[in-house]
Each structure stands twice: as C-alpha cells, then as structure tokens.
C-alpha cells in the first residue's frame, strides 16, 4: 500500500488546510497512509514588503511545486487565490474541494463596523483590493501596510498599530478564529481575490492513482466558479499594481460572475455582474466589458491579492 507525502508550508493557515485536505482524502483513500512533507519557501521569508513588490504570491507556490515535480512530495494543497494561472510543466490541479466562505472581513480593536470607525482612523491591508474597497466606501481612512501571517496581523491589531484589519473570513474561520470578526465585509462592497476561500490540490499530471483520489474530493460548484474567475483574471491580465477581484457563484443552473478592477491608486474603480452557463466564457465576456468601460488603461501583467 502507497504511503502519500504531501508537501505543505509550515504555517498554521497552511497546516490546518493540509490536515482539511489530508482528511478528505482519507475517506476517499481508504489504507492510504499519508505523510506531511513541511517546506519553507521563499513567500515565507519575505514580511516586510507587499507581494506585489517582491515578485508576487507565486513565491508561496514555487518552491512546493519543486518538491512536487521532484518526487520529493505527490501532492500539495494551496490557497486557491495564492496559485498562478500558469503551473510548473508537468503537474495540474487534480481537486478544487468545497470553497470556505470567500468574503474579507473587518477585525476591528473597539468593534466598530466599518461605516462607524472614526475619521482618519488606520486600517492594515497589503491588499491593493482592499486597499481600493475602503477607499470606495471610506475614503477619509487611512490605510497602511500589513502584512505577515494571520496571527502576526490580529497582534499588530491587538497591540494597537491599527483600529482595524481585513482579511479573508476563511482564514479566520479555518484557525477557529471566528470569534475576532467584526464584520462579514459583503462580495458587493468588497469583491472577493479570485479564487478566495477555496483549497487546489496539486498533484503530478501523470499520476493516475492521485488523480483518481483528487477527482473524488473535488466540488463541481466550486470548480466551475473558480474557473469563470480564473478565466477573467487571465483575460484581463491584471499586473500586480492593480486592484483586482472577482467572484462567481452558481445561482439556479447557471453562474453568475462578479468583477472589480480599481485604477493602481485605487480612486476610480469599475464593477461588472453577468450571468453565464460556460465557466471560462462568462470570465471571458466579464474581461471584455471591464476592459470595455476603460480598465484596459489600468492594466499591464500578473495579478495581486
Ligand atoms: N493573502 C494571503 C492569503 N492567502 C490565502 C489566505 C487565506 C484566504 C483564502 O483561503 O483564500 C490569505 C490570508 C488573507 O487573505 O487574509
């Protein structure tokens, strides 16, 4: 019987996510073993700079592809919305599970909701998304870097460096964290980072008994919503000095897509809903308005969340 090693990060976002994925597979995989392959990579070195000045959130990725690709590990599990549209050559996302809740949410130091913080009061985000949602609705805020892992950020809060923080209400809820959220910031006002919420489990393309286990723990809902999300973010071909989101959910038979993309200084932003039957047609046709209405002159190459 095949002992399975999967690649992980060392963090406790990434542990909790592995151990999620790890237990789908048990029962999918019965007799399986599975072994935990920790990986530092170079994503994890960096914490005092935005991704998007560093080379972006690949970084997470490259290195536990390499173990993948090697041997040294069959499969991995990443946040969707950390994984590049191109993969290495070789390997493919063999399970997309059922995504998380995918909206950011609002961890506030005295519990104010977002509309009721204080003039000129400081919001942490390193996200030029986020960055661009509270521009839209507070403009009179202040906004200044935070970045580093979830703990790192609720103490940056909790030692008073900030009056509040967003970040992605998956994270919070995977670490049993739930109870530090202010507010469910809505997919509205705050448009998801494309594939947030949701888990891609990589494995190598040519290994059919992974790949049968994979297809098995894989959620067709989410798949297909992650691939209209996809399709637009490749579309359009936001670099990563530009706020970008999008989120699609299955409403009835059909898919409904919606796109943010903000100007690089995150003051003029346009917003694009359609409903669609094919996945990466519907990403397409949303890319094609957005790009319409003028968000081509913002855009250049990559992505940023
Ligand atoms: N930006 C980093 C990152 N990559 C994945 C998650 C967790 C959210 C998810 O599962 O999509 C986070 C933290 C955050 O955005 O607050």
């Not at 030692?159 to 202010?182: C, M, P």
């Not at 670099?239 to 989101?245: A, H």
Request: proline share 4%.
């Amino acid at each position: 019987m095949r002992t399975l090693r999967v690649a992980t990060r060392r963090s406790a976002l990434a542990l909790t996510q592995t151990n999620h994925v790890v237990e789908l597979l048990k029962r999918v995989a019965r007799g399986v073993e599975f072994e935990l392959v920790p990986i530092r990579t170079r994503g994890d070195e960096i914490v005092d700079r935005a991704l998007s000045e560093v080379g972006g959130k690949g970084l997470f990725v490259a290195d536990i592809e390499q173990a993948i690709a090697t041997g040294q590990a069959d499969l991995a599990v990443h946040s969707l919305k950390d994984v590049p549209f191109e993969l290495r050559e070789g390997l493919t996302i063999g399970a997309v599970p059922r995504r998380e809740d995918p909206r950011d949410a609002l961890v506030s130091r005295a519990g104010q909701m977002l509309v009721e913080l204080p003039p000129g009061a400081r919001i942490g985000t390193s996200s030029l998304r986020r960055q661009a949602a509270i521009r839209r609705l507070r403009p009179d805020l202040r906004v200044d870097t935070l970045r580093g892992n979830i703990d790192t950020r609720l103490r940056r809060l909790a030692e008073g460096q900030f009056d509040a923080i967003v970040l992605a209400v998956s994270g919070l809820h995977r670490l049993g964290l739930d109870d530090k959220i202010t507010e469910y910031l809505p997919v509205h006002q705050f448009v998801p980072a494309v594939g947030q919420g949701a888990l891609a489990v990589e494995c190598r393309a040519d290994d059919d008994e992974v790949m049968r286990y994979l297809a098995a723990i894989s959620d067709p809902d989410t798949t297909r919503a992650v691939e209209a999300e996809r399709a637009f973010l490749s579309r359009v071909e936001g670099s990563c000095q530009v706020p970008i989101g999008a989120y699609a959910e299955r409403v009835g038979h059909q898919l409904r897509l919606t796109a943010f993309v903000a100007d690089p200084s995150g003051t003029q932003h346009i917003q694009v809903e359609q409903t669609g039957d094919h996945p990466r047609a519907l990403g397409v046709a949303v890319a094609d308005e957005v790009l319409r209405q003028g968000a081509d002159a913002w855009l250049k190459a990559g992505q940023g969340d």
